[in-house]
């Protein structure tokens, strides 16, 4: 493993998680942000890996401050509804991959697939409605 020199400093850089706060509209979230710190300096290194960490606080600040769902609650109602995650890209929207990115917190749900499966938990026959209009689709 390759330790990363501080750019201040020069003095070498340590792999650790420390505290981060996040704000956004006017609303703050605190959460561990993993990387490289220099203890002499204020410096950090941060790979792809580690922003997604970032990426997915932000999301969830995000959805609190929206009102949407949190991916928590994704996954709850998927699974509620006995879906895969590529059967409820498919019948409620947004792709194969939709769910996946949903419920990891890599993407924020739409108002239009929360409205979706909102309705869904509260009336999961509805569910039939798009199983068959998927059919439809599908023999055309």
């Not at 590529?86 to 991959?97: F, H, S, Y």
């Not at 929360?114 to 798009?130: F, K, T, Y």
Request: hydrophobic content about 35%; aromatic content about 4%; overall charge neutral.
């Amino acid at each position: 493993m390759i330790i990363p020199p501080c750019s201040e400093t020069g003095q070498p850089m340590l792999r650790d998680v420390r505290p981060m706060t996040i704000t956004y509209k006017g609303h703050q979230a605190t959460f561990d942000m993993p990387g490289w710190y220099c203890d002499a300096s204020d410096e950090s290194i941060h790979t792809g890996e580690d922003m997604k960490v970032s990426d997915r606080a932000l999301n969830r600040l995000k959805a609190q401050v929206e009102d949407l769902l949190d991916p928590e609650a994704v996954r709850r109602i998927r699974k509620r509804l006995h879906l895969t995650q590529k059967d409820a890209g498919r019948l409620i929207g947004g792709g194969p991959n939709a769910f996946q990115k949903y419920e990891s917190g890599d993407v924020l749900v739409s108002h239009a697939v929360m409205s979706a499966l909102l309705l869904l938990d509260r009336d999961p026959s509805g569910l039939s409605v798009l199983s068959q209009r998927a059919q439809q689709r599908n023999s055309t």
